[in-house]
């Protein structure tokens, strides 16, 4: 890990909780910022930038030698004071220079949760990257609890239209409890997809929001967004994952503008609660496919603290209900490729389930899955970054807080709440659809409160470096050494 006095990057995102903010009102304070990649100078040196909570985001110009430069404010990108979380990197007006989406949240004024767009408009006369935000301008000005957004071309029209992932906990429904599967009506907490379309005037393209007419509407409280061909035929298809009990997403493109949702045809089961997800080929025969991440931890102790009983009943309202089987545990689903139809004809892919056989399963509280080859061996590895500042769902906890909820101070509450820190995970691909757990041969051992990542060559070496979005601790800079070591 590169020392933060030696690469100028100090940026933290530190949450201090109050009466009023803090993880008892509000469960996904801790759900962290995002990393965005980005060369925004064109000197050819990947620049770095941070979402921040209660703090600024931060742009972090590359300057060589993993020393970084931060030009935040004279490139005017601080974030203008927003709860921030994910960004998306894009070049929004194809003009050739990178430009930056961020998704605002949970403040309960609608006009601090509008989604930012800094569109870069080259350089100052200082050589720096500077930018003005836009998001009004292009349709972008989204007002939901927005998490992230990606940016792909769903109608094969040519330019890049937008899904945003939503997560609103404010839904008079407790987010656990069984209900009927909602899917044709929307939501404040349903993702949205944006449509881009030229606008002469203008002279630059403006998103409309077009969930209703694409028929992708579904109750969700979202984490993640991943586009991919899943079934190969050309178009585009997305995959969202949902924590709590509503069922990840996967639409599959219709080619007609509109999507249908497939996952129970898919896949057997999924994760329960769905934090981040990664679409790669883990054994190279050329099928994509799926990692999705939850909430087990690895030792026994932390299991029997951490998590409920199992309980059949689970599974008989998930059949009366409507919804697909899920587990608390990450997820890796290996593609098998189509079935055969009637007549010969291939259908849709068909998914295994293999996270306990390969040894990805059990990571913790985890967040973002880097699925990509990061020792250059051909096969692709996993890193997961995990950790919650505050263990909410410590079973002793839940007991005291249900006996003293009505006499004790928040204060008292909080602090019974166990704080502990974990170290990311760093696994390598064994080639036989097995990984080893190689964190600490990796140096990936320093225990911490990790959401957002992003893998990055750093220093055009070729090799893949790790940027990592830490909560109360300064952010992660990790440089691979694999080229310099062989």
Request: include cysteine; proline fraction near 2%.
């Amino acid at each position: 890990m590169i020392d933060s006095e030696h690469s100028g990057i100090h940026f933290n995102n530190k949450i201090t909780e109050t009466d009023s903010l803090n993880v008892l009102d509000i469960s996904n304070i801790y759900n962290g910022g995002g990393v965005g990649i980005g060369d925004f100078n064109k000197d050819g040196l990947e620049d770095v930038y941070f979402t921040g909570n209660k703090v600024s985001n931060k742009l972090y110009l590359n300057k060589g030698n993993f020393k970084f430069q931060d030009i935040t404010e004279q490139a005017g990108v601080t974030g203008n004071g927003k709860w921030c979380r994910g960004v998306s990197v894009v070049d929004i007006n194809n003009d050739g220079w990178l430009d930056m989406y961020v998704s605002a949240t949970l403040s309960n004024d609608s006009n601090e949760r509008k989604n930012l767009l800094y569109v870069n408009q080259g350089l100052d006369k200082n050589g720096n990257p500077h930018f003005k935000e836009m998001a009004a301008e292009y349709g972008l000005a989204d007002t939901s609890f927005s998490t992230m957004a990606s940016f792909f071309d769903y109608d094969n029209d040519g330019d890049l239209d937008m899904y945003l992932v939503v997560n609103e906990i404010k839904d008079p429904r407790v987010p656990n409890i069984f209900h009927p599967v909602f899917k044709d009506s929307a939501f404040q907490n349903s993702g949205r997809l944006y449509r881009n379309d030229w606008n002469d005037s203008l002279k630059h393209g403006v998103f409309t929001d077009v969930s209703k007419k694409a028929g992708v509407l579904a109750d969700g409280y979202g984490h993640n967004v991943v586009v991919t061909d899943i079934n190969k035929d050309g178009w585009e298809d997305i995959y969202v994952t949902n924590d709590y009990l509503p069922n990840d997403l996967l639409w599959i493109n219709n080619h007609d503008g509109t999507f249908t949702e497939h996952l129970s045809d898919y896949f057997k089961h999924t994760s329960y609660n769905s934090m981040g997800s990664d679409v790669g080929d883990i054994n190279n025969d050329g099928l994509m496919d799926v990692i999705t991440l939850d909430m087990d931890p690895k030792d026994n102790y932390r299991k029997k603290m951490m998590m409920k009983a199992n309980s059949y009943q689970t599974y008989q309202n998930s059949d009366h209900f409507g919804y697909n089987y899920q587990y608390v545990r990450n997820t890796l689903q290996l593609n098998q490729g189509p079935t055969i139809k009637q007549n010969d004809s291939l259908g849709h892919p068909i998914f295994s389930e293999m996270a306990f056989y390969a040894d990805v399963a059990e990571t913790d509280w985890s967040w973002t899955p880097l699925l990509v080859d990061f020792d250059n061996d051909g096969n692709r590895d996993l890193i997961i970054t995990n950790g919650f500042p505050r263990d909410v769902t410590d079973n002793e906890f839940i007991m005291f807080r249900n006996k003293a909820f009505s006499v004790a101070s928040k204060s008292l509450l909080l602090s019974q709440i166990p704080e502990v820190k974990i170290h990311n995970y760093g696994f390598k691909n064994n080639g036989n659809l097995t990984f080893t757990d190689a964190s600490e041969k990796w140096g990936i051992n320093t225990p911490t409160f990790s959401n957002g990542a992003a893998y990055v060559d750093l220093d055009n070496d070729g090799d893949l470096d790790f940027v990592v979005n830490n909560i109360n601790d300064e952010a992660s800079i990790y440089r691979n050494n694999e080229r310099e070591q062989n």
